[in-house]
């Protein structure tokens, strides 16, 4: 069953500005991660926030985990046209790797140039 | 060196066929796994292996059937190709999850077209 909503569904936005994404998920979790897929390509990960943490930064990045909400979001910085991708959250649930991850729909955003 | 290899890149073939998809993983990670992305993008597991265990099988037909002949090769090999079959399919690997900071590894893809 899907785990991760992203919201919006599609975002367009200017370079040089912040974009942020959501994602929100149903059931308690160890951990949850952002992916990253540029057209036709694999995923890439970005960043990975523990259930006991609530924020983390990478670079432009910046992630924060409201466990509470069941909830996180996605920032990204100084936004730049290679930032055009589709971005992902994902959820592992299991307490370890071997389950696997539950994706979301995730948010196709474009950087204007 | 690419990570995770997966071939070929893109398959098409007509129903009724049988068909595979091979991956390969040159990080010396412990778990692999085989994710479909359907036309909406929607990413879902289909199994991983664990030490050649089969750890998880969601509930996908049985058409589809994981081979592992050793811990770096998870291929996916897929009898009797339906056109609800046409996606792209994932191959990832992972690492223990005391490391887990890194995250999967996704291969590149396998854009399969069934006509």
């Known amino acids: 069953s899907q785990q991760g909503e992203e919201d919006p569904q599609a975002l367009s936005i200017q370079e040089g500005e912040n974009a942020t994404m959501n994602c929100s998920y149903k059931t308690s979790i160890n951990n949850l991660q952002w992916y990253r897929q540029n057209s036709g390509r694999g995923l890439v990960h970005l960043i990975l926030i523990r259930s006991n943490e609530r924020e983390k930064h990478s670079g432009r990045l910046r992630v924060t985990l409201d466990t509470s909400k069941k909830s996180s979001s996605l920032l990204i910085t100084a936004s730049r046209a290679a930032d055009t991708a589709s971005y992902f959250c994902a959820t592992d649930d299991s307490g370890g790797g071997a389950d696997g991850l539950t994706f979301g729909k995730g948010t196709h955003l474009i950087i204007q140039p | 060196d690419t990570a995770v290899s997966q071939t070929p890149k893109y398959l098409v073939t007509q129903m009724g066929n049988d068909k595979s998809i091979k991956c390969e993983q040159n990080l010396g990670h412990d778990t692999m796994y085989w994710y479909k992305q359907d036309s909406k993008k929607f990413l879902k597991i289909m199994f991983s292996?664990?030490?050649?265990?089969?750890?998880i099988n969601e509930t996908v037909p049985n058409r589809f059937s994981p081979k592992s002949p050793d811990k770096a090769h998870l291929n996916l090999h897929i009898n009797s190709l339906e056109l609800g079959d046409s996606a792209v399919y994932f191959c990832?690997?992972?690492?223990?999850?005391?490391?887990?900071?890194?995250?999967?590894?996704f291969g590149s893809g396998t854009r399969l077209t069934v006509v």
């Open positions: 990832a690997s992972s690492q223990d999850p005391a490391e887990l900071d890194y995250g999967y590894t």
């Open positions: 292996y664990n030490n050649k265990e089969l750890i």
